[in-house]
Every structure is written in C-alpha cells, then in structure tokens.
C-alpha cells in the first residue's frame, strides 16, 4: 500500500473497531447477569460486527500475511506484553495501590507469556498433522495443550476451561 494517510487511517479505523468490539462484549455480558436478553444479543452482534469491521480494515492494510510471518508477529508482541508492558504497568499498579489493576495485569503478563511460548511451539511444529486442543482460562486468559486440575495463574478449576 502506497497511500500513507489511508494506511494510518485503515490502522485507526482497525484500533478502534477492535476496541469497540471488547467493549460491546462487555456491555453484552453485563446486560445478560442485569437479566436484559435483548440488550445483551444486540450488544453481542454489535461486538461481531465490529469484529468484521477491524478484521478487513487489517487486511486491506496488507497486515495480514503469511502464517510464519503472522506466528513471528505474534510472538514478538506477546514477548513485548509479557516482557516491558506488563511489567510496566504492574509497577505503576502497585505504587498507587490499585489492587485489582495489579490482579488484572498480573493474570495478563503470566498469560501472555504462556502465549508466547505456544506460538513459538507452533512455530517449530508448524507442519505436524496430528490436531492439537487448546483450552482457555475464562478468567485470566491462560491457555493450555491439556485441561489442568487448576489453572495455574488464578486457580480456576479445569472443569471452566473452554476447548479450542
């Protein structure tokens, strides 16, 4: 892509978009617990929608590329997360005591570092044939190759695990 104002302005569009997107599922679930199904669906197809949005503004953005190069990519922002942002964030956490920041980030930098390493394992067995499951912590994000007993990051029982 050559226009440079379009690609900053795809690049915006995609940030917010995806931003819109997590927001729209929070609004959903929170109106499913307050017992308001029809905000909740509406909610959740504005979240898809969203997600559509962002999904083509990356493409046409030419961010999407190879599954080597986007697995690279991954790693390389999932060590930036675990590596300088969390723990960034983590100090700035603790000393203005915000003990549920703390507890966010902490969940998010030990997670983000398992999902480096899986990539990084994905990687190197990018051509395996044998179909691998892959199971989430709907608390803290970790994800896991096998179902824990616990998940070790928050403690979530296995049995909450979503398979992949």
């Known amino acids: ?3 440079q104002k379009t690609l900053d ?3 915006e569009a995609f940030a917010g978009e995806s931003q819109a997107n997590r927001k ?13 199904k029809n905000a909740a669906k509406l909610f959740k197809a504005a979240s898809d929608a969203e997600t559509i949005h962002a999904q ?15 697995l690279n990519d991954a790693v390389s922002g999932e060590n930036h997360e675990y590596q300088s942002m969390y723990p960034e ?10 003990q549920a920041a703390v507890r966010t980030f902490t969940y998010a930098l030990k997670a983000e570092e ?3 390493r899986l990539y990084e394992e994905a990687l190197s067995d990018l051509d395996q044939e044998e179909e691998v499951f892959y199971y989430l912590c709907p608390v803290c994000g970790n994800i896991e190759k096998v179902v824990p007993e616990r998940c070790f ?8 695990f979503v398979k992949y």
Not at 28 to 34: F, R, V
Not at 89 to 98: D, I, P, R, S, T
Not at 153 to 160: A, N, P, R, V, Y
């Open 9 to 11: 302005n795809l690049m």
């Open 89 to 98: 964030f983590l100090k700035v956490a603790e000393e203005e005591g915000n």
């Open 24 to 36: 729209y599922l929070a609004y959903s679930k929170k109106a499913e617990l307050d017992g308001k």
């Open 56 to 70: 083509k503004h990356f493409e046409v953005a030419g961010k999407v590329k190879s599954t080597i190069e986007n």
């Open 114 to 116: 398992v999902h480096a």
């Open 153 to 160: 990051i928050c403690g979530t029982f296995g049995t909450k």
């Open 1 to 3: 892509m050559n226009d």
